[in-house]
C-alpha cells in the first residue's frame, strides 16, 4: 500500500485503518504508522488479511463494502486525511488486482488529489497442517518477586483445541523451549479463528499470565517457506517480553477412494445375507481421518457400492481399510481388514486394483476374508512432496506423479479408437463394392508412379511429393505434405506405396466423405483371400504388380493375417504406452535398464523372464504387466527379446530422433562392427513398428537398396543416418498420433 498526495508539503505520520462491512460485526485491521512521510507515503507493502467464512454478517444491501482511512498519528488527536468506499465483490474471481483509488474526505465539499494504492488478492482457504516450533522467549516480564519463573506457551486455536508446550523450569526471563513442535490441524471448520498464544508462570496454585499474542493462520497458507518470526507479548497493552518462534502451513493433498465392489467376501450371518460396508483410517501426527460407505443392504459376499470419498492428506503414509457386517440388534461383525501403504499413490497418482482383506481364523492366524475394488486417486499442490513431515521417508511430488485427468483422457481415447478399429476389422466387408474407374488405363497410372518416385524404390515419400509440387510452382509446408501422405498411408510407413496410389487413382470419387484408403487395401485383401469382386472391378487382388518392383509389391497379404497382426500391434501400442506414462520414463531410463541387462546377460540370449523383466523394470508382477509381457511372448516360450522390447517402449518416450538413433545403432550393431546388416536392420524395424518380420522385410529391402552405396550388404552409422532423414516415418513410427 502506498500514498499519493500532490498538495501536502509537511511531514505526517500516517496509518490506514481498515473496515470490511458496516455493521457491528465488522473486521477492522490497522497497520503500522510510518513515521516522518511526505507526501508520498510508502507502507512497504504491509498486507492485511481478511477472512470470508461468513460473508453473509459483512453483506448490506447485496454489497461488501471495505472502507480504508488514512489517518496522521498525533500526539492529540489523529488526523482523518482522506478515506474511500470500495465494493469486493468484483475481486471474489481470484484474479490479483492492483489499482489506485482516490481519497476523500466525508460531509466535506472540498475535493482531494491525494491517492491510494492497493493490491487485491482472493485466496481459497486451504487445509492442512500448521506447524509451531517455539525457540525461546526474551526479555519476559518476571511474574516471581523472588528466584526464577517457569514459563510455558499455551496455543488455542478456536473452542476446545489447546495445546501447550512444556515448561522451562527456572527459565527466567529468557527461558529455552528447545525447539519444541506443536502441530495442528487446519479444516473447514477451525481456519478462520485466529491462533491465541498465551505464555504464563507455571505456580503451585493458579498460573499466571505473561502475556498474549494473536494472529490470522491465512498469511501462512500462502507463504512459501517457513520463517521464524519474533512475537510481541501483550498483558493488557503492556509490553511483556517476545517469543520467537518458526510457522509453517503444510497444504493437504487429496485422496479419492472409489470403493466400487467386493468379491469372495467371508460370511459372518449363519443365517440370511449380510450387509457389509467399509471404513477407511488414516492417521497422521495430528489428525485422525475415518471415513465410511453407505450400507450395501443384503449384499452378501459381493456387495456392490460404487461410492467415492475424499481423506485429506499431509503426513499420513498408512491406510487401514476394514469390512464391516452392520447388525440392527447386535455390535457389528469385522469381515476382513487390511492396512496398505499410501506410497505408491502418491507416486503414480492412480492406482486400481482388487484389494485383498484378512481376518483372524480360529487357529490364530490370518484367513483370505475375500478382496474389494478400489480405486485410489492423489491430487496435491504443484511442487509439494507426499507425505510431508516424515524426513526418515520417501516423498513424491507432481513431477514423478501421473497428470489423472489427462492419463485418463488418453486412456478412454485409445480405448475409444482401438474399440473403434476392433469393430471395423470384425465387420463384414464388401470387397470392391464401388467400380473401378475407367479414367486412366493401368499404364497410364504406373507412368505417373514413376514419374513422382524420384528415387526409382516404388515408394513415394515426404521428399518427393514436395520435389514434384515445388517444381509445378505450389508452395507447401512440411505439415500439408505429412497431412497428404496419412490420407493415402494405409500401413503407417509414412510413404505411398503403387498398391495406396493405384486404389486412390481408380477409385470413382476419392473425395467423398467415406473413402478410406485403408478399407480399399483391406478389401483388396479380402479379394485376394478368394472373394470374388461384382461386375466391373478389377478381379485382381489390388492393383496389377508393377514391372521390376521389389518383391511383394502391389501383392496384398492375406486378410485375416493382416488384420490378426493389426490387433495385436493396436494392443501392444496400448500398453506400452500405459507403461511409459505410469513409469514416467525417459530416454536416460531406457538406456539406464538395457546397460544394466547388459551386464547380467552372461550368456548373451538377450532374452529375460517375467521374473526378470520386473526386477530390471524395477515394477510390481501385476497382472496388466504380465498381459504386455505375453504380448512380446510371441512364441510362447516364457521369455521376451530385450532388445525389441526396449525399442518399442523408445517410441513413446519424448526423445530426439537423433538420440534415439544413436540408441538403435548402438543396441543392434551386435558385433560392434560399426555396421548394420539386413538381418539387424530387420530387427529394428520389427521392434519400431513391432510388428512380424514378413511384415518389414519389403522396408528393410527398400532402406538397403537405397542406403547401401558400396554394395557390401550394411550401412553404415552414416548411411544410418541418411535413411533417418530420407525415411523418416519408417525409422520413426509416430504412434503418438495413432498410426
Given at each position: 500500500?502506498?500514498?499519493?498526495?500532490?498538495?501536502?508539503?509537511?511531514?505526517?505520520?500516517?496509518?490506514?485503518?481498515?473496515?470490511?462491512?458496516?455493521?457491528?460485526?465488522?473486521?477492522?485491521?490497522?497497520?503500522?504508522?510510518?513515521?516522518?512521510?511526505?507526501?508520498?507515503?510508502?507502507?512497504?507493502?504491509?498486507?492485511?488479511?481478511?477472512?470470508?467464512?461468513?460473508?453473509?454478517?459483512?453483506?448490506?444491501?447485496?454489497?461488501?463494502?471495505?472502507?480504508?482511512?488514512?489517518?496522521?498519528?498525533?500526539?492529540?488527536?489523529?488526523?482523518?486525511?482522506?478515506?474511500?468506499?470500495?465494493?469486493?465483490?468484483?475481486?471474489?474471481?481470484?484474479?490479483?488486482?492492483?489499482?489506485?483509488?482516490?481519497?476523500?474526505?466525508?460531509?466535506?465539499?472540498?475535493?482531494?488529489?491525494?491517492?491510494?494504492?492497493?493490491?487485491?488478492?482472493?485466496?481459497?482457504?486451504?487445509?492442512?497442517?500448521?506447524?509451531?516450533?517455539?525457540?525461546?522467549?526474551?526479555?519476559?516480564?518476571?511474574?516471581?518477586?523472588?528466584?526464577?519463573?517457569?514459563?510455558?506457551?499455551?496455543?488455542?486455536?478456536?473452542?476446545?483445541?489447546?495445546?501447550?508446550?512444556?515448561?522451562?523450569?527456572?527459565?527466567?526471563?529468557?527461558?529455552?523451549?528447545?525447539?519444541?513442535?506443536?502441530?495442528?490441524?487446519?479444516?473447514?471448520?477451525?481456519?478462520?479463528?485466529?491462533?491465541?498464544?498465551?505464555?504464563?508462570?507455571?505456580?503451585?496454585?493458579?498460573?499466571?499470565?505473561?502475556?498474549?499474542?494473536?494472529?490470522?493462520?491465512?498469511?501462512?497458507?500462502?507463504?512459501?517457506?517457513?520463517?521464524?518470526?519474533?512475537?510481541?507479548?501483550?498483558?493488557?497493552?503492556?509490553?511483556?517480553?517476545?517469543?520467537?518462534?518458526?510457522?509453517?502451513?503444510?497444504?493437504?493433498?487429496?485422496?479419492?477412494?472409489?470403493?466400487?465392489?467386493?468379491?469372495?467376501?467371508?460370511?459372518?450371518?449363519?443365517?440370511?445375507?449380510?450387509?457389509?460396508?467399509?471404513?477407511?483410517?488414516?492417521?497422521?501426527?495430528?489428525?485422525?481421518?475415518?471415513?465410511?460407505?453407505?450400507?450395501?443392504?443384503?449384499?452378501?459376499?459381493?456387495?456392490?457400492?460404487?461410492?467415492?470419498?475424499?481423506?485429506?492428506?499431509?503426513?499420513?503414509?498408512?491406510?487401514?481399510?476394514?469390512?464391516?457386517?452392520?447388525?440392527?440388534?447386535?455390535?457389528?461383525?469385522?469381515?476382513?481388514?487390511?492396512?496398505?501403504?499410501?506410497?505408491?499413490?502418491?507416486?503414480?497418482?492412480?492406482?486400481d486394483d482388487w484389494v485383498p482383506i484378512h481376518a483372524k481364523s480360529k487357529w490364530g492366524g490370518n484367513e483370505s476374508a475375500g478382496e474389494l475394488h478400489l480405486i485410489f486417486e492423489f491430487v496435491g499442490p504443484p511442487g509439494v512432496a507426499y507425505p510431508q513431515h516424515q524426513p526418515t521417508m520417501d516423498s513424491?511430488?507432481?513431477?514423478?506423479?501421473?497428470?489423472?485427468?489427462?492419463?485418463?483422457?488418453?486412456?478412454?481415447?485409445?480405448?475409444?479408437?482401438?474399440?473403434?478399429?476392433?469393430?471395423?476389422?470384425?465387420?463384414?466387408?464388401?470387397?470392391?463394392?464401388?467400380?473401378?474407374?475407367?479414367?486412366?488405363?493401368?499404364?497410364?497410372?504406373?507412368?505417373?508412379?514413376?514419374?513422382?518416385?524420384?528415387?526409382?524404390?516404388?515408394?513415394?515419400g515426404a521428399a518427393e511429393i514436395r520435389h514434384v509440387l515445388i517444381c509445378m510452382g505450389e508452395l507447401i509446408t512440411d505439415e500439408e505434405v505429412d497431412m497428404m501422405i496419412s490420407m493415402v498411408d494405409s500401413d503407417g510407413d509414412g510413404q505411398v506405396s503403387y498398391q495406396e496410389f493405384y486404389l486412390l487413382?481408380?477409385?470413382?470419387?476419392?473425395?467423398?466423405?467415406?473413402?478410406?484408403?485403408?478399407?480399399?487395401?483391406?478389401?483388396?485383401?479380402?479379394?485376394?483371400?478368394?472373394?470374388?469382386?461384382?461386375?466391373?472391378?478389377?478381379?485382381?487382388?489390388?492393383?496389377?504388380?508393377?514391372?521390376?518392383?521389389?518383391?511383394?509389391?502391389?501383392?496384398?497379404?492375406?486378410?485375416?493375417?493382416?488384420?490378426?497382426?493389426?490387433?495385436?500391434?493396436?494392443?501392444?501400442?496400448?500398453?506400452?504406452?500405459?507403461?511409459?506414462?505410469?513409469?514416467?520414463?525417459?530416454?536416460?531410463?531406457?538406456?539406464?535398464?538395457?546397460?544394466?541387462?547388459?551386464?547380467?546377460?552372461?550368456?548373451?540370449?538377450?532374452?529375460?523372464?517375467?521374473?526378470?523383466?520386473?526386477?530390471?523394470?524395477?515394477?510390481?508382477?501385476?497382472?496388466?504387466?504380465?498381459?504386455?509381457?505375453?504380448?512380446?511372448?510371441?512364441?510362447?516360450?516364457?521369455?521376451?527379446?530385450?532388445?525389441?522390447?526396449?525399442?518399442?517402449?523408445?517410441?513413446?518416450?519424448?526423445?530426439?530422433?537423433?538420440?534415439?538413433?544413436?540408441?538403435?545403432?548402438?543396441?543392434?550393431?551386435?558385433?560392434?562392427?560399426?555396421?548394420?546388416?539386413?538381418?539387424?536392420?530387420?530387427?529394428?524395424?520389427?521392434?519400431?513398428?513391432?510388428?512380424?518380420?514378413?511384415?518389414?522385410?519389403?522396408?528393410?529391402?527398400?532402406?538397403?537398396?537405397?542406403?547401401?552405396?558400396?554394395?557390401?550388404?550394411?550401412?553404415?552409422?552414416?548411411?544410418?543416418?541418411?535413411?533417418?532423414?530420407?525415411?523418416?516415418?519408417?525409422?520413426?513410427?509416430?504412434?503418438?498420433?495413432?498410426?
Amino acid at each position: 500500500m502506498s500514498t499519493k498526495d500532490q498538495t501536502s508539503s509537511t511531514k505526517i505520520d500516517p496509518y490506514i485503518k481498515l473496515q470490511l462491512g458496516k455493521n457491528k460485526k465488522a473486521q477492522r485491521k490497522r497497520t503500522q504508522t510510518q513515521k516522518n512521510c511526505g507526501k508520498n507515503a510508502d507502507f512497504k507493502n504491509e498486507q492485511a488479511f481478511f477472512d470470508m467464512h461468513e460473508p453473509g454478517l459483512t453483506m448490506l444491501d447485496g454489497d461488501i463494502v471495505l472502507t480504508v482511512a488514512v489517518w496522521d498519528d498525533n500526539m492529540i488527536t489523529d488526523d482523518l486525511l482522506g478515506e474511500v468506499e470500495i465494493s469486493i465483490l468484483r475481486f471474489f474471481d481470484g484474479t490479483k488486482i492492483k489499482e489506485w483509488f482516490p481519497l476523500s474526505l466525508p460531509k466535506s465539499s472540498s475535493k482531494l488529489t491525494s491517492e491510494i494504492l492497493l493490491e487485491f488478492d482472493f485466496e481459497a482457504a486451504l487445509i492442512g497442517m500448521l506447524s509451531v516450533t517455539i525457540y525461546e522467549g526474551r526479555n519476559l516480564k518476571n511474574m516471581e518477586l523472588v528466584g526464577k519463573q517457569d514459563p510455558y506457551c499455551k496455543f488455542d486455536f478456536g473452542k476446545k483445541y489447546t495445546k501447550r508446550s512444556k515448561t522451562v523450569k527456572k527459565g527466567g526471563r529468557n527461558p529455552y523451549f528447545k525447539e519444541e513442535e506443536l502441530l495442528f490441524w487446519v479444516s473447514k471448520d477451525n481456519w478462520h479463528n485466529d491462533l491465541i498464544l498465551s505464555c504464563y508462570d507455571e505456580d503451585v496454585g493458579s498460573d499466571d499470565l505473561i502475556g498474549q499474542a494473536r494472529f490470522s493462520v491465512l498469511p501462512y497458507m500462502v507463504q512459501e517457506e517457513a520463517k521464524q518470526e519474533l512475537v510481541q507479548l501483550r498483558n493488557k497493552k503492556d509490553k511483556t517480553g517476545e517469543i520467537l518462534m518458526k510457522i509453517e502451513f503444510l497444504p493437504a493433498g487429496t485422496l479419492t477412494i472409489q470403493c466400487i465392489a467386493g468379491r469372495n467376501l467371508l460370511a459372518t450371518e449363519t443365517m440370511g445375507n449380510q450387509d457389509p460396508y467399509v471404513v477407511f483410517i488414516t492417521e497422521g501426527l495430528c489428525q485422525k481421518t475415518t471415513k465410511r460407505t453407505k450400507t450395501d443392504v443384503d449384499g452378501g459376499t459381493e456387495p456392490q457400492w460404487d461410492e467415492t470419498l475424499d481423506i485429506k492428506v499431509v503426513d499420513q503414509y498408512n491406510l487401514i481399510v476394514e469390512c464391516w457386517d452392520k447388525d440392527a440388534l447386535s455390535k457389528d461383525d469385522l469381515i476382513g481388514k487390511t492396512e496398505m501403504s499410501l506410497l505408491p499413490i502418491f507416486k503414480k497418482g492412480f492406482v486400481d486394483d482388487w484389494v485383498p482383506i484378512h481376518a483372524k481364523s480360529k487357529w490364530g492366524g490370518n484367513e483370505s476374508a475375500g478382496e474389494l475394488h478400489l480405486i485410489f486417486e492423489f491430487v496435491g499442490p504443484p511442487g509439494v512432496a507426499y507425505p510431508q513431515h516424515q524426513p526418515t521417508m520417501d516423498s513424491f511430488d507432481d513431477s514423478e506423479r501421473v497428470n489423472v485427468v489427462r492419463k485418463r483422457q488418453k486412456e478412454e481415447a485409445a480405448k475409444a479408437k482401438a474399440e473403434a478399429q476392433a469393430a471395423a476389422s470384425a465387420a463384414p466387408k464388401r470387397p470392391g463394392a464401388m467400380p473401378r474407374s475407367d479414367e486412366f488405363s493401368d499404364e497410364e497410372i504406373l507412368n505417373a508412379f514413376r514419374f513422382i518416385d524420384l528415387d526409382k524404390n516404388m515408394f513415394i515419400g515426404a521428399a518427393e511429393i514436395r520435389h514434384v509440387l515445388i517444381c509445378m510452382g505450389e508452395l507447401i509446408t512440411d505439415e500439408e505434405v505429412d497431412m497428404m501422405i496419412s490420407m493415402v498411408d494405409s500401413d503407417g510407413d509414412g510413404q505411398v506405396s503403387y498398391q495406396e496410389f493405384y486404389l486412390l487413382v481408380t477409385d470413382p470419387d476419392p473425395g467423398r466423405p467415406d473413402f478410406n484408403v485403408k478399407e480399399s487395401v483391406a478389401a483388396a485383401d479380402a479379394a485376394a483371400d478368394g472373394v470374388a469382386p461384382p461386375d466391373g472391378v478389377w478381379s485382381g487382388a489390388g492393383p496389377p504388380p508393377p514391372p521390376n518392383a521389389p518383391p511383394g509389391a502391389g501383392i496384398p497379404s492375406s486378410n485375416a493375417a493382416k488384420q490378426k497382426e493389426t490387433q495385436l500391434k493396436q494392443q501392444k501400442k496400448l500398453l506400452l504406452s500405459k507403461f511409459s506414462d505410469d513409469n514416467h520414463l525417459r530416454i536416460d531410463t531406457v538406456e539406464r535398464i538395457y546397460t544394466k541387462f547388459h551386464q547380467i546377460d552372461k550368456d548373451g540370449s538377450g532374452q529375460i523372464d517375467f521374473a526378470e523383466f520386473c526386477s530390471l523394470m524395477e515394477i510390481e508382477p501385476t497382472g496388466e504387466y504380465r498381459q504386455l509381457f505375453n504380448l512380446f511372448d510371441e512364441d510362447n516360450s516364457g521369455d521376451v527379446d530385450i532388445k525389441e522390447f526396449m525399442l518399442g517402449l523408445l517410441n513413446f518416450t519424448n526423445t530426439d530422433k537423433e538420440h534415439k538413433l544413436a540408441f538403435m545403432f548402438k543396441v543392434f550393431d551386435e558385433d560392434h562392427s560399426g555396421n548394420l546388416s539386413e538381418d539387424e536392420l530387420v530387427k529394428i524395424l520389427r521392434g519400431n513398428h513391432m510388428a512380424s518380420e514378413a511384415a518389414v522385410l519389403k522396408k528393410a529391402k527398400t532402406i538397403m537398396k537405397q542406403a547401401d552405396k558400396d554394395g557390401d550388404n550394411e550401412i553404415n552409422y552414416e548411411e544410418f543416418q541418411v535413411i533417418a532423414q530420407k525415411f523418416p516415418n519408417i525409422l520413426f513410427p509416430d504412434f503418438k498420433r495413432g498410426s
